[in-house]
């Protein structure tokens, strides 16, 4: 029997009439949210969608979503890519796009928010991009994160017609771009910025009706010092030694930017710590499970992003049971303070 919704808001610290927004601070262009130093965050459970491999269809998608929602996730999630090599078929050859299905999503929830993880910014064309970005947020009713990355795929971005080498100055221009426009009421907008095309008298609208809130994605220091600018950063599959060391850092240049980890859970009879690919992964029985989701949040994580095994059959069920069986056993909050 699955755990009624409104349990799990409960426990959690979530609201379920639509997702909670306060102010940020508007100078230096900050995205930062104003938390008070005795704010407690509510943690993040988010659910990897089933947009790429095996299991990618209408049907699955729609089951998986909808069980999110009912047993109170806080977000669902696609993953990006569009043209990969060959090497990486195996893994991301079947993908759906993720800002289309980010659409298909927000048409059949109401509450979930709703983000890629990460949209890989560098390679695509940047006004289009943009007018994706907040078509989502307005179809959604303000539902959308922004969780950003400069991508790593050396031969996607030569199909793409781009290079590696612009990648960062490319994702910084971008995000100067999302700053513009979250700071300015609708109309046409003059942009240039170091390796993107200049924009002169380019009219775009609609505008968020409220702030996006704004993640980082991936695991350098370089990735950490980027995200302590916005709301969260985005680490995927990490050491927990790493993960500690990571938001030492981050907590060290802003302590209210939150830490959100992309990580594969495996229930399982056996323990297992990495997955298939090398990374980081959380595998065993349900109490194992939340014993090692334990010590990442004592590391100061404030959430995560689960991969339940995407790619196999019976994706809702085992949403319906990491409810059950894991999420109350997780700590309720993580506390962020002012630096």
């Known amino acids: 029997m699955s755990m009624p919704s409104s349990w799990f808001a409960y426990a959690s610290g979530v609201v379920l009439d639509g997702p909670k927004r306060t102010p940020r601070d508007s100078d230096a262009g900050s995205h930062l949210r104003e938390i008070e130093a005795s704010d407690m965050v509510p943690l993040h459970i988010g659910l990897i969608a089933p947009n790429f491999g095996p299991e990618l269809s209408p049907d699955v998608l729609r089951e998986t979503a909808v069980a999110a929602e009912e047993v109170g996730f806080d977000s669902v999630w696609t993953t990006d890519h569009i043209a990969v090599p060959d090497e990486m078929a195996s893994v991301y050859g079947h993908i759906s796009e993720a800002l289309v299905t980010l659409g298909y999503l927000a048409g059949i929830t109401n509450r979930l928010r709703l983000g890629v993880s990460a949209l890989i910014v560098p390679p695509r064309e940047p006004l289009l991009l943009l007018k994706q970005v907040l078509s989502v947020d307005l179809l959604s009713a303000g539902r959308s994160i922004l969780c950003v990355a400069p991508g790593w795929t050396e031969r996607e971005f030569k199909n793409l017609g781009h290079s590696l080498r612009q990648r960062g100055r490319r994702l910084e221009g971008w995000l100067q771009l999302v700053d513009l426009i979250q700071s300015s009421p609708a109309g ?21 009706a409220r702030r996006l809130e704004v993640w980082v994605a991936g695991n350098s220091e370089h990735a950490v010092r980027r995200a302590s600018r916005y709301d969260a950063w985005h680490p995927v599959g990490r050491p927990l030694s790493e993960i500690r060391e990571r938001i030492e850092l981050l907590r060290s240049l ?11 859970v495996t229930f399982q009879d056996s323990a297992s710590e990495v997955d298939e ?12 499970i939340v014993e090692r989701l334990n010590h990442f949040l004592e ?23 990491f409810a059950e069986e894991v999420r109350p056993h997780l700590k ?3 506390l962020l303070t002012h630096p």
């Open 299 to 321: 590391a100061g994580c404030t959430g995560f992003l689960l991969d339940l095994d995407h790619d196999k059959p019976g994706l809702a069920e085992r949403v319906h049971r």
């Open 188 to 208: 046409p907008i003059d942009f240039e910025a170091a390796d993107l095309a200049s924009i002169h008298d380019a009219w775009i609208s609609p505008r968020p």
């Open 254 to 264: 802003n302590a209210r930017t939150k830490a959100v980890l992309r990580l594969k």
């Open 277 to 288: 690919r090398g990374q980081t992964a959380v595998g065993g029985p349900a109490q194992l």
């Open 332 to 334: 309720i909050s993580s």
